[in-house]
């Protein structure tokens, strides 16, 4: 059986600055006309494939590459070195919020960003009371207002009821079961489980290690954008411990 992600000698190289303004010839030529010291490797020769239905968690410190790795899996970023391949559409719950319009109403904004993800207004239709619901009374009573309004609770509780409807087989998960209240994040973790269950691939980031540990089998160990370790959970974290330790 084919890997639903395959990924070759990945490697994103970075200007250590924005600061100073790049010509248009440092931009087209950048490894040729830049100095090593402008740019970094955020990830480097990295390679992995992960089957249907695994569990993934990234591990590592801050830097680490692991934010950088989820959106090249999402498409968002184009590896400079290497290739990354998805097989079937992807569920991103990376940077939430940053599809929704501020000027647009809660409604508009769920028909509009579903409708990004390849969604007919029927299939919408069909799913809106399910969306609202998850994200809660609150929100329900303000899907007519401008999303600008919002709280940033009631933001992320609408994008994430939202994009967990959208039916793709990888889900991709940055640090969103950190954020709202207890009862909100319990609600989160009854749907993730339910996705796993229904056999979806999960790649999740998170510097909790109950979160990892709940939902991930399989752990990628990313050190300074480098895959230093592929193995269960546990013995990731072991290992990214043991060295932090030793830092």
């Known amino acids: 059986m084919q890997p639903v992600i ?81 097989r079937g559409g992807v569920a991103p719950l990376i940077e939430l919020t940053g599809g929704f319009l501020g000027e647009l109403s809660g409604r508009d904004n769920v028909y509009l960003a579903a409708g990004l993800h390849g969604l007919s207004k029927r299939q919408i239709d069909e799913r809106y009371d399910e969306i609202v619901d998850f994200a809660g009374p ?13 709280s940033s609770g009631m933001k992320v509780r609408l994008a994430f009821g939202l994009i967990t409807t959208i039916d793709q087989p990888v889900v991709l998960v940055d640090e969103v079961l950190a954020v709202g209240d207890r009862a909100f994040r319990e609600r989160c973790y009854a749907r993730m489980e339910n996705m796993l269950a229904g056999g979806k691939t999960l790649f999740l980031v998170s510097h909790s290690e109950p979160d990892l540990k709940r939902f991930a089998e399989r752990g990628l160990y990313l050190r300074s954008g480098r895959l230093a370790g592929d193995g269960s959970i ?13 830092s």
């Open 6 to 86: 395959e990924a070759k000698n990945l490697g994103v190289e970075f200007f250590r600055s924005r600061r100073r303004q790049m010509s248009l010839r440092e931009i087209v030529f950048k490894r040729r006309n830049t100095a090593p010291r402008d740019t970094f490797w955020a990830l480097k020769d990295v390679s992995f494939t992960v089957a249907k239905g695994e569990a993934v968690g990234l591990i590592g410190g801050n830097g680490g590459g692991k934010s950088t790795l989820l959106k090249m899996i999402a498409g968002t970023l184009i590896p400079d070195e290497g290739a990354v391949k998805v």
């Open 138 to 150: 609150q929100v329900r009573d303000a899907m007519d207002q401008s999303f600008r309004h919002y």
């Open 234 to 246: 546990t013995e990731m974290l072991e290992q990214y411990h043991h060295e932090s330790d030793d």
